[in-house]
């Protein structure tokens, strides 16, 4: 597997685990030129599943693609991949299930519901670039704007837990009042 950092094509895996489903085999690999540690994610090819996205063309869902948007919001957050990759199969699998549907929209509000429940500043970048969302791709990019921004202003991402009074003001989303199939709704502004 080539080395992210230094390009060498040997490595040795050092760590291999089973995800509990036994779905998704995760390997630790380290470059045996430059000691660098990676990850890779082996799992079975499926059918892919087909996404509609808002101007009405499709798209073969990317998990990777979910990954790589979640853990660029989550830049400098108790995020891990491993959560991220979580996300991603929960999403595919509902859309497998027939849970959600196969949507830009509904995924994006997956996704969502999920960072919710593990980091509030990652959820809210998240959902800040989400009203933009049509392709997974977008999130990528965007989230990662986002970042940089608020690198660049010098603006502490951190999560006021309540402690300085109002709801840690600024915050575009109001998470307890506003369902987010009605923010999605609401930002879908249809330019023309
Ligand atoms: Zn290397």
Redesign the pocket.
Known sequence: MW??????LE?RVVDSRASADGRVIRRRRE??????RSTTFERLEMAPVVVRKRDGSSVAFDADKIVTGVLSAAKHRPVTEEQGVEIAEAVEEAIRSGAIDASTEHIGASVLKALRDIDEVTYLRFASVYKAFDDPSDFEREALELAIERQAAGEPVAVHGGADGATSGGSEIDLDAAPIQDATDQATPTPS
């Open positions: 080395c992210p950092s230094c390009g060498e490595d470059c045996v030129a430059c000691g660098e």
